[in-house]
């Protein structure tokens, strides 16, 4: 069987779908006491923010933080997290864009750098799970790149057409990881980047997954 035709949008969780900001911004700074840090406000983290993460805490430190004090931040970031993300729910109007998208005739996926093993429970919690044709979370250990995911995530999607696929998302490495398999990207401004880190990288920028979705259409028929 060839490519499928038709366009594919690839969804980030955190800060995309899953609206946990005061969760991550809440984890972020328990891991940052642990080494004696100042708190961040939402403006501040929104502007510092960049994946490796170990490099976001490296503008913060201004060093690399070493082996120990990562392991020791990245397990206080997953707790606090854990605890908190109950609070958080979709996202507005996502759980109708999914439907919409996929009434269309046209498949969606969703790619995250959350843990697998938490994010499929999560992901079903919500009633969402059936409108993917595949859900992948992280397996390996944290702090990595998206790019190389994301081209497992493609190949195990198979029939895909990476140029006919864009990636929503609100981080600057999923437009990384798009332009890493030959797809477009659309980034939105509801989550972990401001608009202006945002317009840097040079891929549309949107304030709602309306909007995104909307735009994702227009590039896929390009």
């Known amino acids: 069987m060839g490519k499928q035709t038709g366009a594919h949008i690839v969804w980030d ?17 328990a891991a940052f006491a642990e080494l004696g840090l100042d708190p961040l406000t939402m403006e501040q983290y929104r502007a510092l923010y960049c994946v490796p993460v170990p490099k976001f ?23 606090y997290y ?19 998208w996929r009434s269309a005739g046209r498949s969606q996926s969703l790619l995250s750098m959350y843990v697998h093993d938490e994010l499929v429970p999560l992901v079903r919690g919500f ?26 995530h493609l190949g195990a999607l198979g029939r895909v057409d990476p140029a ?3 990636v ?9 990881a798009a332009r890493h398999v030959g797809a477009r990207a659309v980034l939105y401004t509801g989550g972990s980047h401001s608009r202006a880190s945002l317009e840097e990288i040079g891929v ?14 227009r590039l896929a028929a390009a």
């Open 13 to 29: 969780w955190n800060g995309t779908l899953f609206h946990d900001n005061d969760a991550i911004i809440g984890a972020t700074n």
């Open 127 to 152: 009633g969402i799970e059936a409108h993917f044709i595949r859900v992948d979370g992280r397996t390996g250990p944290s702090g990595g790149s998206k790019a190389e995911h994301m081209v497992r």
């Open 57 to 79: 805490y490296e503008r913060l430190m201004g060093r690399l933080p070493t082996e120990a004090e990562w392991e020791v931040m990245d397990e206080t970031f997953h707790r």
């Open 82 to 100: 854990a605890e908190h993300r109950v609070r958080c729910g979709l996202t507005e109007g996502v759980s109708e864009l999914l439907v919409e």
């Open 168 to 176: 929503i998302g609100d981080a600057a490495d999923d437009a990384v």
């Open 204 to 217: 549309p920028v949107v304030d709602t997954l309306g909007e995104a979705v909307a735009e994702a259409e």
């Open 164 to 166: 006919r696929t864009v």
